[in-house]
């Protein structure tokens, strides 16, 4: 099969926003290369290591690749996409000098060449990542997480990942009932699993997304454990058109914790319906964060009666950590 590869040079401050531009219109998947300057600074404190090739990419830019199927009128998809890219600058996300091109790829040449950079890669002081395809012998006190993304987003690789990996380490003691928004590959309701959660609703919009996580689930021995669905953020917990809220969900309102690594504008959107989700004492770790709409968050979150517990830094990336504060 043919497919049209939509190539766009941008900054890395800019490429969440318009991956996910390329998701919304479409795109069979989506790929991120960022500069492999050996200048650029890299969290090696858990013994991480980078096989990522050195490319002439400037530093601080990206060149973020859409899949669309061959019927797809190229010219009129960039049309509908340059305003959006435009418009992130009214939000203080500068995309730089963006150029626009098009060719034509077979699947394979995309599906799978991204494959060989993608190493087993330890994420936290518990936690391993391990591609499906590669060979590992893990440490006694090691907890693995197979993954084959697909065309999902999700490796661990990137920081707001591992963030989220991290700070779950940190708070799950064990037994939690976890609700995870936006779960792409399923890495961080799996994380959760291995981490000693009880059980974990994973939420994403995407069909791609949804059938990913499931399969990845599969991998990992936890379908008892953790539940896949669509939906739209925390729409599933709403009540239906007689009342009802679904009985069958994997876990049991109001949840121990709820994790969402999305983009800053999504996490504003739910930030009460999170709040309504949570115990009192729950913890919501919200990732995703980037430097310029720290503040944003941060307002968000406590308008919606949460307290700020800690926030987490990677590159220029946060995750907060907020609590739900005990009833009186």
């Known amino acids: 099969m043919k497919w049209y590869e939509l190539t766009i040079s941008t900054t890395e401050e800019a ?71 435009e418009e992130l600058r009214e939000f203080d996300i500068d995309p730089g000098a963006v150029t626009y091109s ?3 790829v077979d699947d394979e040449d995309w599906a799978t060449a991204w494959k060989q950079y993608f190493k087993p890669i330890r994420v936290s002081d518990t936690l391993t990542i391990k591609p499906t395809w590669e060979k590992y012998e893990a ?45 792409g590959s399923g890495i961080l309701a799996i994380g959760a699993c291995r981490l000693g959660a009880k059980s974990v609703l994973a939420l994403d919009l995407d069909p791609i997304a949804v059938s990913s996580a499931t399969e990845n689930v599969k991998l990992n021995e936890l379908s008892g454990e953790v539940e896949v ?13 007689t009342g009802e809220i679904d009985k069958a969900l994997a ?14 504008e999504i996490i504003l959107l739910f930030v009460g319906d999170v709040y309504a989700a949570l115990k009192p004492n729950g ?14 968050v941060e307002e968000g979150l406590v308008r919606s009666g949460f307290e700020i517990v800690e926030k987490r830094r990677d590159e220029e990336w946060i995750a907060f950590v907020a609590r739900k504060p005990q009833v009186v």
């Open 139 to 183: 440490a006694p006190n090691e907890r693995i997480i197979e993954l084959d993304p697909g065309m999902a987003f999700g490796t661990g690789t990137h920081p707001t990942t591992a963030l989220c990996l991290q700070t779950l380490e940190s708070v799950i003691r064990g037994g939690e009932e976890v609700i995870d928004v936006g779960t």
């Open 229 to 241: 669905r669509l939906s739209d953020l925390l729409g599933v917990l709403k009540e239906d058109t």
């Open 283 to 296: 913890i919501y770790i919200a990732s995703g964060v980037y430097k310029n709409k720290e503040t944003d």
């Open 15 to 85: 490429q969440e926003m318009i991956s996910n531009f390329l998701h919304e219109m479409g795109a069979g998947g989506v790929s991120i290369e960022e500069s492999g300057t050996l200048n650029k600074p890299r969290d090696t404190s858990l013994g991480q290591w980078y096989e990522l090739p050195l490319n002439d990419i400037p530093e601080g830019q990206a060149i973020i690749k859409g899949y669309f199927t061959e019927e797809t009128n190229t010219d009129v998809l960039i049309d509908a996409l340059k305003p959006r890219v």
């Open 251 to 264: 876990v049991t309102l109001p949840v121990d914790l709820v994790v969402a690594n999305i983009l800053a």
């Open 102 to 104: 098009a060719a034509v």
